[in-house]
């Protein structure tokens, strides 16, 4: 009972966020014909591509349009930041406000993020839907892996969510944050297989750019949902996000403490 009253206000701020995108149905209905549209733009480039050279051993041209159509649905997760209201608190001060409830700043702003998450969630059904009529999607080659590939998903959602409050508290020394999340973003997109599989990358750059957080995001699920990764090389994957997670959330626990009294020390 008391874990849930605990809870209660969290999940609250979760059916919010639900609630306030659900809003915008318009956006909600483009987003939709927009990932279709870009759905059919990836299988003509790489159909193209794939004509003209030869296909990598473990990427044939089905494997690859499924790679990016299953990346282009994590994007709609992905790119949920629930974290950028800390940077407009600081901007505007209403965060000294915020430091006075009773319930954790950071805890209301993944609950938020998660609400937004849900909605985001269901638009991958109908567009998984009408991208089965451009495409053919693979599903994972066993049970297991797909099971392996929700835990690489939700440790990813983590790692994600970490890296963006990480970002946005640097908003209390320069209260300005979209330059450094524009050049993070843009090294994101290239570096963590969101876009061209890393597998595409040659020898040590790969190895080096398969060990980054960018890759526990989008690579790591993305290559077990193939089966590129299997068998022993899928719990190191997951420890290896796992690791991530704890060093973003130490990271992230570092920069809200000396940002907190960074605001008490100049008055709120």
């Not at 892996?145 to 908003?171: E, H, Q, S």
């Not at 599989?197 to 790591?220: E, I, K």
Request: net charge positive; proline share 5%.
């Amino acid at each position: 009972m008391i874990f849930a009253r605990v809870l209660a206000p969290y999940a609250q701020f979760a059916s919010k966020a639900f609630q306030r995108e659900a809003t915008y149905r318009v956006e909600v209905f483009s987003e939709i014909g927009s990932l279709v549209l870009r759905v059919y733009l990836i299988r003509a480039l790489w159909t193209a591509l794939y004509a003209h050279n030869p296909a990598p051993p473990n990427l044939p041209l089905h494997a690859i349009i499924t790679y990016s159509t299953v990346a282009l649905l994590l994007s709609l997760i992905f790119e949920v930041d629930g974290t950028r209201q800390l940077r407009e608190k600081i901007r505007l001060g209403t965060i000294a406000t915020d430091l006075l409830k009773p319930v954790s700043l950071p805890g209301s702003l993944f609950s938020d993020g998660v609400g937004m998450t849900l909605l985001h969630a269901l638009t991958v059904i109908p567009s998984l839907l009408f991208a089965l009529l451009l495409v053919h999607v693979d599903h994972p080659a066993t049970a297991a892996a797909g099971v392996a590939f929700l835990a690489a998903f939700a440790l990813g959602y983590g790692v994600n969510f970490l890296l963006n409050f990480c970002m946005n508290c640097v908003a209390f020394w320069t209260l300005e944050t979209f330059a450094l999340q524009l050049v993070v973003r843009w090294l994101s997109d290239l570096l963590s297989g969101a876009v061209i599989p890393l597998s595409f990358f040659p020898g040590l750059f790969q190895s080096a750019l398969l060990h980054l957080p960018f890759a526990a995001v989008y690579s790591t699920p993305l290559l077990i949902y193939l089966g590129i990764l299997r068998g022993d090389r899928i719990p190191q994957a997951l420890l290896e996000q796992a690791a991530w997670l704890l060093v973003f959330a130490a990271i992230a626990a570092l920069a809200w403490s000396r940002g907190r009294r960074r605001v008490v020390l100049q008055g709120g």
